[in-house]
């Protein structure tokens, strides 16, 4: 079994910025691809950003220069880096572990809010 737990999230003004983290913990492959997904209300899942083991990054439209993605291998943990949010930002952010071998995993997601 796979669990993640993801922590950052909270209530931040518009202009602002906060890090999310994941950590992973259970039985996977070192070379599992990590990621972020977010949903926002009335709205389907959808990708913000993955990386693999050896740091290949694929992103969503418009969020690389915004949200860049980073990943600790050793610790098992991901990241996402959040600047210059916007109120459609808010969401509750997954994080997600995939590999072949196993499919999806999902954290419990951590709500963003952007409000002034």
């Known amino acids: 079994q796979v669990q993640l737990v993801e922590s950052g999230g909270g209530l931040v003004q518009p202009g602002g910025s906060l890090r999310l983290s994941c950590a992973a913990s259970g039985s996977f492959p070192t070379n599992a691809r990590m990621g972020w997904y977010r949903q926002a209300p009335g709205k389907q899942r959808q990708l913000v950003a993955t990386?693999?083991?050896?740091?290949?990054?694929n992103y969503a439209d418009s969020m690389e220069d915004r949200c860049p993605i980073s990943r600790h291998n050793a610790k098992n943990e991901v990241y996402l880096q959040m600047d210059s949010l916007k109120p459609e930002d808010t969401a509750v952010y997954y994080c997600?572990?995939?590999?072949?071998?196993?499919?999806?995993?999902w954290g419990k997601g951590t709500l963003v809010t952007v409000s002034s």
């Open positions: 990386i693999t083991s050896g740091g290949t990054t």
């Open positions: 997600n572990l995939w590999h072949r071998s196993l499919g999806n995993y």
